[in-house]
């Protein structure tokens, strides 16, 4: 395999920055082969922004405490990651991603004082029925300790990827009735962006949603990724969790949040709309060793 070329950023990129040139860049990267950059993007000494947490924590719904939330881990790389997939060389534009699935890892507890060394990189472009898939992946390593580790499978439709595709892998909602009432303010998308740094315009008011096709702002995956977390209560110290995406919530909004626990101690979940139809459906459990 071809060594990558790492790419060691000083500061982490200016998310806002970064989708105005992927919005400007989304023409001419139309038709292009795809093939993904052989590039990580590197920050080997990252502190974490206590106050940023706090909101992000009444955002989303977890208590702040000294160890953060595997989502909140997520959040920290996603400035990286957005900034490998504006760049010239990567094929898709970003504008015209959809974020189909997500899974993250939290190896041990970490701690809001640790300083953290953060990769990313693309990999794993896959022929897809309706174009191509591929992985966003971030390593968290605090001093030489692997802490946490996340993938995200983004799907870029009409591109062309040689192969067969595969068949879908799909998670199982858990059978059990609604357990909480989400209400979901108009502004959440704008509150959530805040905190996450992510300021994709189908977020954030009507009119900038209505230019991508939604009749109104969707919230954040991960925002509801992370509500769902947050939402079940005490977590175990490692674990990993996986989540799919499977329809956009609209805001303003009211969903139902359903969970079973299994039997082996980990979890099945679910963000459900009136008619029981998920938006999320989820799993949690151990860690592997």
């Known amino acids: 395999m071809m060594a990558r070329d790492v790419v060691e950023l000083k500061e982490l990129p200016d998310v ?18 795809a093939e993904l950059p052989n590039r990580s993007y590197l920050m080997t000494s990252h502190e974490q922004d206590v106050a940023r947490l706090a909101e992000y924590c009444r955002v989303t719904g977890f208590t702040l405490r000294d160890e953060v939330p595997a989502t909140w881990l997520h959040v920290q790389t996603f400035p990286m990651q957005a900034a490998l997939m504006a760049e010239d060389a990567f094929p898709f534009s970003l504008a015209g991603l959809v974020h189909v699935t997500n899974t993250m890892t939290l190896h041990r507890p970490v701690k809001v004082g640790e300083k953290l060394r953060m990769l990313v990189r693309a990999e794993n472009l896959q022929p897809h029925a309706k174009g191509g898939t591929f992985d ?18 983004y799907l870029a439709s009409g591109a062309k990827v040689a192969g067969e595709p595969g068949e879908p892998v799909r998670l199982q909602a858990p ?12 502004d959440l998308g704008r509150q959530y962006a805040k905190v996450s740094g992510d300021s ?30 947050s939402s079940l209560g005490a977590l175990p110290e490692a674990y990993e969790v996986k989540v799919q995406f499977a329809k956009p919530i ?40």
């Open 16 to 33: 806002s920055k970064v989708l105005v040139k992927a919005l400007t860049g989304a023409v001419t990267k139309k038709g292009r082969r």
């Open 136 to 153: 966003m992946v971030g390593e968290i390593h605090a001093g030489d300790e692997l802490v946490w580790s996340g993938s995200s499978n």
């Open 175 to 186: 059978e059990v009735a609604p357990s909480q009432q989400w209400r979901l303010p108009p």
């Open 200 to 229: 994709n315009p189908i977020h954030l008011y009507p009119l900038t949603a209505k230019v991508f096709g939604f009749p109104r702002p969707i919230i954040h995956g991960m925002w509801t990724h992370a509500k769902a977390l």
């Open 250 to 289: 609209l805001l303003p909004g009211k969903v139902g949040f359903a969970a079973a626990e299994g039997q082996d101690g980990g979890w099945g979940f679910a963000v459900v709309n009136k008619a029981g139809k998920p938006h999320l459906v989820g799993e949690l459990g151990p860690a592997a060793s």
